[in-house]
């Protein structure tokens, strides 16, 4: 056995040590994301899957997902994207911060995309400090590639190989300052191309003794254009009502092209809701979805659950090269979305970047030492909680005051304390944009029975989710709610403006 990976088992016991400390005392790192006193400290390798624009609900059509990472693991079962749109999420995945904090609102300028993030300061620069080999490995934040900077390399990345231009084919890539172009066969299908990167980093460095950090970014299942010649037009505008937009279709891999043609669409209660006076001015407005409409949904929501089987591809191809070089039982690995998707619930197709449960809840998935096989926690945690969980495997310190914590602790420990409450939010003026929404700005506020919500418009939504999950009918004009009401109010204005361990 070579003395890197017998220095990697050791320190992968360290790990162990940390997690029976927790499950003894029910200790809590802080926010900043390092150790306990007294821990032993551990430098796990750390790899990050993260998709786009992924349902918590999808992670059924994944079974390596579930047999690798979720039976070996935890399963976080009510995780959101606190601000449920591609930049600010990565963007907090990358601060550990609310978007409040971080300062990117939105996916474009003037107040987000690449330019609003102060890139010196992130996940990527603490961990390369700390003495590790980073690697972006797919999509970055939005807007990285314009204004002629195809070949610029943020700070903190050891090895880059970045999407700047394409989606599921015909894709190039950024491939450490050298920009590399893909055609439209098979074998240059997005998803496997940046896997197969992926799996060569770890086997470039699993031999060396210095820890690794990789972040897969793969393009599934956000929206692309279609391969399939039934696949519905992405702008004919045709049944989408008062927008008349088209449904955005997504490519799935060649192989597993009409896996699911006959899957039927899912109707939860709230699927084109029949009455919607409840609800904000947007949503009153919207028609209801036309047959032709949900006709398209249907068949973009298969092609979408079609583009993950690559994706939970990718996983196993993963989880086989660490088990190879030995590696498995040193890693962290973290499957997560940047955001959730809306299917019609709510008369909105194809959406996000909204309050409801579908667009805010994601998949989060970790296996790696410490964290008890099978388990499953129904806790509130966010993507704020995903750079303190790095840095706390990697025994690192963040640059950053951090309004997320460590999730080891609670993996190890599920009755351990903690939070009551978490943000959800969306502001300003790149959110008034039309391409990011047609709902005005809004602060939210997620408790495990309700969520509240504030529009910048006045408007108002309170749900009751233990006897309405699908929020069908809003309460925040119901006296019977207006003492609790006026609670959670108060309670968002603090996580409005709340940082690091204010934020609860």
Known sequence: MSTARVSRCALALGILALAAVALLTGANPSSAGGRQAGATPARLNVVVIETDDQTAASLRVMPNVQRLLGAEGAT????????????????????????????????????????????????????????????????????????????????????WHATVRGGFLGQTLNENGRLVSFGETPADYSTDVLANRTVDVIRRRAPLAQPFFVWYTPHAPHSGRPVDPDDPPQSTGA?????????????????????????????????????????????????????????????????????????????????????????LESTLLVFTSDNGFMHGEHRLPARKNYVYEPSVRVPLVLRGPGIPRGVRLEQLVGNIDLAPTILDAANATAGRRMDGRSLLPLAANPKLAWRSAILLERSGSSSRRRGEGRNPPFAAIRTPGYVYVEYESGERELYDLNKDPHQLTSRHADPAFAKLRSELARRLAALERCAGTACG
Do not use: M
Request: hydrophobic content about 35%; proline content about 8%; aromatic content about 8%.
């Open 76 to 159: 976080f079962e009510t995780s959101f994207a606190t601000w449920p749109l591609c930049c600010p999420s990565r963007a907090t995945f990358l601060t550990g911060q609310y978007a409040h904090n971080h300062g990117v609102l939105g996916n474009s300028p003037p107040d987000g995309g690449y330019d609003r993030l102060d890139h010196s300061n992130t996940l990527a620069v603490w961990l390369q400090r700390a003495g590790y080999h980073t690697a972006l490995v797919g999509k970055y934040l939005n807007g990285y590639a314009t204004r002629g900077r195809a070949l610029e390399i943020p700070p903190g990345w050891s090895e």
């Open 239 to 327: 049944g989408l009502g008062a927008e008349r937009r088209g449904v955005p279709s997504t490519s799935p891999a060649p192989r597993h092209r009409d896996r699911f043609g006959s899957l039927a669409l899912p109707l939860p209660p709230s699927f084109n809701e029949t009455d919607v006076s409840d609800k904000p001015a947007f949503v009153r407005e919207s028609e209801l979805l036309t047959p032709e409409t949900i006709a398209a949904i249907r068949e973009a929501y298969q092609q979408r659950l079609e583009s993950l089987l690559a994706v939970d591809d990718a996983v196993a191809a993963i989880v086989k090269a660490l088990q190879a070089a030995g590696e």
